[in-house]
């Protein structure tokens, strides 16, 4: 019955927003039409002018068509904070914070122009661009020259709006938007943009400020009764009862204004009254709750769902589908709490399940560039509850469940590598030659004074002089030739492998027992590379990537790196290296 139910809810969903993408006629009166630049609404009188588009917020009875996805109380825009703010371009974090910085009341007593609450803004980065085209009628058309622009400008404006609904989802006054600028010319073939409109079509009658009042005072009363000695984990489950508990899920709704705030929170975090949230409301209603208490929480959308990520004192990020969680009137369910993405729930894979495959929120127009925006990566498991709760990670971007976690601890833990000026590991960046060697010598700790640089691109006063001299002083490395060493060029996983091979085989004069074992993409291994990679293969250092690949011209990555050196000296230690 519970999954009957809960197939019911998204067919019920899908067929609101189906009924939702169906042209409102108004619409087709208003202002002249331009289908190639999808504006609704335009006004000019030739010297000034401005095109209007028009946006909805797609599960809030919007357009139903989409696109194409570590600080742990990160603020905004930081590493793996889940923001959609921290995906923008500067140009559009200029837009974002042009539209949150609109004070309601100022909204609210706009001028309104065919149902919309018109605040015009200064957006520095958007102000003083010139575009050249024809000016006919009061209406700009930009030439090939400017199109580009043009759609760069109200794709900014548009990712702005977008990111700001997932990132602030109290703010209900966001759902029906129209956004343009304005622009001038004195000339009738160019036009140079000034001001930024941002319209709002008000759904609840000027109620607005009332509503959001109520909304935030019965949040923060939800956050009040959180036990926040407790841990993590239990803070966390708090909020979901405590929702879960005052919530009915809106099967029928009584009215067209019950119908749309089933979309907004307030439906969840407002007890008592007639209004009932759908799943957008509960998973709305959680990452304001979740917001107040400094829980990293994100909004996640499928074609018909959405649902929650929560970012959990181990660093990692979990599913959360509270609406799952109370379709059962008779209890609540935690089946559907802090799930991993490969978590198996009513027997189906989390993350394979239709109603939770994630889509981009990014409204599909052929008139706009596209904008990809990503969810956090999840757990491929469940949330393991520690007793106590979890240390602080050492690296924000290095989470626990990562397969290269216990080495680069391991690594930092030795004093091979540190985090940058913002403490992160950046597993994911390419190593230098110079960075490499450089943690070698580290890892080596000789006994060296430099005399003089065996390269011509290596000062004797870089920071990596000393160890890149003493390698070359070994034949560890040899350069690239014509004198240099190219300290700055990301090392590619071959010359990692001779490298070490060469202090290993060299300077210790220790030859391992090779199997004859073979790389599918053996061929592709330079001849000069072969005997260091295998030798490096049989010392254990290396194991290649999938399908028995070994990638030997691809970069070398920290993470990498870091296992190789851990390898490393614990093999030096082994053949019991007197430098070690």
Known sequence: MKRILKRWCSLLLAGLLLLAAAPAGALAQEGEASPEMGVVYQWGDGETGVALRETQDSLEGGDSAWNQQETFSAPLGSYDDGSLYGQLTQRQKDCY???????????LTAAEVNGF?????????????????????GTFAPDASSQALYRE?????????????????????????????????????????????????????????????????????????????????????????????????????????????SHQAYSCLVAGDAYEPVCDGYAKAMKVVCDLLDIPCVLVASKTHMWNNIKMDDGDWYNLDLTWDDMDDSRISHDYFLVGSRTVVDGAVFSQQKEHV????????????????????????????????????????????????DYVESAAGMGLFTGDEKGFFNPGNKITRAEFVQVLYNTVA?????????????????????AV?????????????????????????E???????????????????????????????????????????????????????????GNTLRSEAAVVFVKSAALLEELGDPAA
């Open 153 to 261: 400008i109200y794709t900014d404006l548009c990712a702005a709006i977008t990111a700001l609904r997932y990132d602030r989802p109290e703010a209900l006054w966001l759902s029906n938007m129209r956004y343009g600028i304005f622009w001038e010319s004195s000339n009738g073939t160019s036009v140079t943009t000034r001001l930024v409109t941002f319209a709002f079509q008000l759904r609840y009658n000027g109620l607005e400020q009332q509503m959001h009042t109520q909304q935030m005072a019965s949040a923060q009363a939800i956050a009040n009764q959180v036990n926040r000695s407790a841990g993590l984990y239990q803070q966390v489950k708090q909020v979901h009862d405590l929702l879960a508990a005052q919530s009915t899920y809106c099967y029928v709704p009584a009215d067209s204004k019950a119908q749309a705030l």
């Open 117 to 137: 609450r018109q605040v015009k803004v200064r957006v520095d980065s958007l102000y003083g661009l010139t575009m050249t085209g024809s000016i006919s009628g």
């Open 446 to 466: 000789p006994d060296y004074t430099l005399t003089q640089s065996q390269f011509r691109d290596v000062a004797q006063t870089a920071w990596y002089a000393e």
């Open 358 to 405: 994630e889509k981009n929120p990014w409204v599909n127009s052929s008139d706009l560039n596209q904008v990809t925006f990503q969810y956090p990566v999840k757990n491929q498991q469940a949330y393991e509850v520690v007793p106590g709760g979890y240390e602080p990670l050492r690296f924000p971007d290095v989470k626990r469940s990562s397969w290269y976690y």
């Open 495 to 553: 010359e990692m492998c001779v490298i070490v091979n060469n202090y290993i085989t060299k300077v210790l004069q220790v030859t391992p027992e090779y199997d004859g074992y073979v790389f599918a993409d053996d061929a592709s291994i330079s001849d000069w590379a072969k005997k260091g990679v295998y030798h490096a293969y049989a010392f254990g250092l290396i194991s290649g990537k999938e399908n028995d690949q070994f990638d030997p011209q």
């Open 97 to 107: 914070n042009a539209l949150a910085d609109i004070p309601l009341s100022q909204i």
């Open 469 to 493: 001299n003493w390698a070359a002083e070994l034949g560890v490395v040899t350069g690239k030739g014509n004198g240099l060493f190219a300290p700055d060029a990301s090392i590619t996983r």
